[in-house]
Every structure is written in C-alpha cells, then in structure tokens.
C-alpha cells in the first residue's frame, strides 16, 4: 500500500515538474517573439524590393558580406547563415561570393558599407535598401 502511494506521489512529481518546465519554455520562447514571428518570412520581404528591381528573374548575382571586407569584425554563423538565406530567399537567382557579376547584392553594416565604397572607386551604381541592404549595378566590366 505505501509503494503504490510512492509510485503515484513520484508519477505526480514527474508530471508537475515536466509542466512546470514546459510553461516556462513556453513563456521564454513567447518572450522571444518565436512563437509568432517567422524569421525567413520576414528575410525575404527585405529582399522583395531588391528583387524587383533586377532586370531579370532567372540569372547569377554576385554577393558580397561585412566577411567581404577587409578589416572588418563579423559573427562567422551569422554572416554564413544570412548568405544561405539569401540564396534561398533569391532562388531561382543563383547567388555567387564576390562582386564579379554585372548584379550584386550587398548585406552590409554602415561601418563595412563605408570601407566597401571608399574602395570601389565608383566601379558600381548603388542602389540603396532598409536593413543594411544594397543592390550594386557594374558600371563597366
């Protein structure tokens, strides 16, 4: 008799503690805004503008990050994740490193875009978006 009150005071336990540790996922992933937001959804309306300004919808496009520029601090992760997006995200344009393309997308921090600029001696028309984004036309190959 006093096992089995044992038994189901331990199953009990279990059960209280697993939903005490499950509302307070759930509450710190809600704080998080995970739970409704969609971070890819919300990485390609960047790009929706972008995209509608290139003159074609199937082609290559050069692509260049803060890892672009020398000198520069960057997350490795987090500028390989953004690249990874940004392929999926362009897709059926097919993203390339390097800004060899007459197309180029640019993903860069102030700092990065300021050093890039200085140092592309007017090679490129740049066409500005929100969030760090540019789009850079080559103006003569």
């Given at each position: 008799?006093?096992?089995?009150?044992?038994?189901?005071?331990l199953?009990?336990?279990?059960?209280?503690?697993?939903?005490?540790?499950?509302?307070?996922?759930?509450?710190?992933?809600?704080?998080?805004g995970?739970?409704?937001?969609?971070?890819?959804?919300?990485?390609s309306?960047?790009?929706d503008?972008?995209?509608a300004?290139?003159?074609f919808?199937?082609?290559?496009?050069?692509?260049?990050?803060?890892?672009?520029?020398?000198?520069?601090?960057?997350?490795?992760?987090?500028?390989?994740?953004?690249?990874?997006l940004t392929?999926?995200?362009?897709?059926?344009?097919?993203?390339?490193?390097?800004?060899?393309?007459e197309?180029?997308?640019?993903?860069?921090?102030?700092?990065?875009?300021?050093?890039?600029?200085?140092?592309?001696?007017?090679?490129?028309?740049?066409i500005?978006?929100?969030?760090?984004?540019?789009?850079?036309?080559?103006?003569?190959?």
């Amino acid at each position: 008799m006093i096992i089995k009150w044992l038994q189901r005071g331990l199953l009990t336990l279990i059960v209280v503690v697993s939903l005490y540790a499950s509302i307070r996922n759930l509450i710190a992933t809600k704080d998080l805004g995970s739970l409704t937001d969609d971070p890819v959804a919300d990485f390609s309306k960047r790009f929706d503008p972008l995209k509608a300004k290139l003159p074609f919808k199937i082609g290559t496009v050069g692509y260049i990050s803060d890892s672009s520029i020398p000198g520069i601090k960057y997350d490795a992760a987090n500028d390989e994740g953004e690249y990874t997006l940004t392929q999926y995200v362009m897709s059926p344009i097919v993203i390339v490193k390097g800004t060899n393309q007459e197309w180029n997308i640019a993903l860069l921090t102030p700092t990065a875009y300021k050093v890039w600029s200085e140092s592309s001696n007017g090679q490129f028309d740049v066409i500005p978006f929100k969030g760090n984004l540019y789009l850079l036309h080559r103006l003569s190959k």
